[in-house]
């Protein structure tokens, strides 16, 4: 419920409405500090709910059990899901991989508390087991999590990243990864295809045309919202499909089953309007006074 409520004040409004989920409100007013603060205090976890709604359909479709965003925690907080995923994956691996890439794969029987009741010992002995076979895979230690940061709901964005390493480690062995690993695989490639075609003449370079309107669209939607007078604005340049220049930088940025707009930062994913809360000179310097104008509240 804390979550949805703060989805509300992120997307400025009921999560029902008909409203497109592409044009999120910049929040509350600036005279109401009460629910600035509330707002300022979720909308990290709004910027998760991609990633949890992305998780959420991959887990629906291999395990047969429906996942949601909003229980996405809730579902997983015993580990049983996540020891089923582990069986399941392993069969898969071995269906689709052929006998020599199965070798490099880690295949173990891991053991497993069925009725095991959120918050037992048993939640975390499951969960321990899951991590271990975590790192038999190959899933590095910067993408794991506490036993405690599932089971008491403490590491979401961690479970998160745990999950889509297992999604690209699996790829490799021609499982089905979730939709955000996939867009991994298409930007990788074409940063390939960009660095290869570097010596053609600029004057021989077409001009960009955008062909996927809706993305292009919803990037503009959510770049004048809040709409910025300033002299020196934050710049956004279409530079060919799904590839732009925010600010200095030259990013990626993807749609997410139809309606939500990420930003391929580094190694990871962020929200457009995540990246430009955190980018933006305009907004980061009004988010700045709103939270000193809190702490003056507060006092």
């Not at 600036?30 to 709910?49: G, I, N």
């Not at 292009?216 to 709409?227: F, S, T």
């Amino acid at each position: 419920m804390a979550l949805q409520k703060g989805l509300r004040m992120w997307f400025g409004d009921e999560l029902s409405s008909p409203r497109p989920p592409l044009t999120p409100c910049h929040g509350p007013g600036l005279t109401d500090v009460s629910r600035y603060d509330q707002w300022l205090s979720v909308r990290h976890e709004a910027t998760l709910v991609p990633m949890q709604e992305d998780l959420a359909i991959w887990l629906s479709g291999l395990l047969g059990k429906e996942f949601r965003a909003e229980n996405f925690m809730k579902n997983l907080d015993n580990g049983v899901a996540l020891c089923k995923l582990i069986a399941l994956l392993q069969k898969k691996v071995k269906e689709c991989g052929n006998l020599e890439n199965v070798e490099h794969f880690t295949l173990r029987r891991v053991r497993c508390k069925a009725d095991a009741s959120p918050g037992s010992f048993f939640a975390r002995d499951n969960t321990a087991n899951f991590l271990s076979w975590c790192r038999a895979i190959g899933v590095d230690e910067t993408y794991l999590f506490e036993s405690e940061g599932l089971v008491l709901h403490k590491q979401p964005r961690q479970v998160c990243l745990c999950l889509l390493e297992i999604g690209r480690i699996v790829s490799r062995f021609g499982v089905e990864p979730p939709v955000l690993v996939k867009l991994e695989k298409e930007i990788e490639l074409e940063e390939s295809l960009l660095t290869n075609s570097k010596h053609v003449a600029h004057a021989e370079n077409p001009k960009p045309s955008c062909h996927n309107k809706e993305l292009h669209q919803a990037v503009k939607v959510i770049a004048n919202d809040p709409p910025c007078k300033c002299s020196h604005r934050f710049s956004i340049e279409f530079l060919s499909e799904g590839r732009y220049r925010l600010g200095q930088k030259i990013l990626f940025i993807r749609m997410l089953h139809g309606k939500h707009v990420m930003v391929r930062v580094g190694g990871g994913w962020d929200t457009l309007q995540g990246f430009l809360l955190k980018h933006d000179p305009c907004r980061v310097l009004h988010l700045t006074a709103l939270e000193e104008k809190i702490v003056a509240w507060e006092r």
